[in-house]
């Protein structure tokens, strides 16, 4: 059965960067594509980034550009980049198992339904 764990939140001030890591356990990472989601406070959930089994990525329009999902499967192991941060990508941040991920494409889902094999969660926050 998978199971992920989310790691490497932390406060930065706007402008930074962290890199978040979601590893996997219980089955290897390289047969599921994999879904970051977002939960600020007071704030439904909302998608944030998505990776197919093949490496594809696909982003929310308010991460592009400032945000990279990738995975290293010898570590089973999906990371998300994430640069010049602002003060409302403060958040706690999801990785789940994407069943909806094709090969060649997923989308990044507004709120995680379908999802599975949601972590626990890491808190992301951005201040001066």
Request: aromatic share 8%; glycine share 16%.
């Given at each position: 059965q998978l199971q992920?764990?989310?790691?490497?939140?932390?406060?930065?001030?706007?402008?930074g960067s962290l890199r978040l890591s979601c590893?996997?356990?219980?089955?290897?990472?390289?047969?599921?594509g994999i879904a970051w989601f977002r939960q600020a406070p007071g704030k439904g959930r909302e998608g944030v980034s998505c990776i197919t089994t093949s490496g594809k990525a696909n982003y929310a329009d308010s991460v592009k550009a400032r945000f990279t999902i990738s995975r290293d499967n010898t570590k089973n192991t999906i990371y998300l980049q994430m640069n010049t941060l602002r003060p409302e990508d403060t958040?706690?941040?999801?990785?789940?198992?994407?069943?909806l991920a094709?090969?060649?494409r997923c989308i990044v889902w507004s709120d995680g339904a379908g999802m599975e094999s949601w972590g626990k969660?890491?808190?992301v926050t951005v201040s001066s």
């Open positions: 992920l764990v989310e790691s490497g939140g932390g406060s930065v001030q706007p402008g590893t996997a356990s219980g089955a290897t990472l390289d047969a599921y958040a706690v941040y999801y990785c789940a198992a994407d069943p094709t090969q060649q969660g890491t808190a």
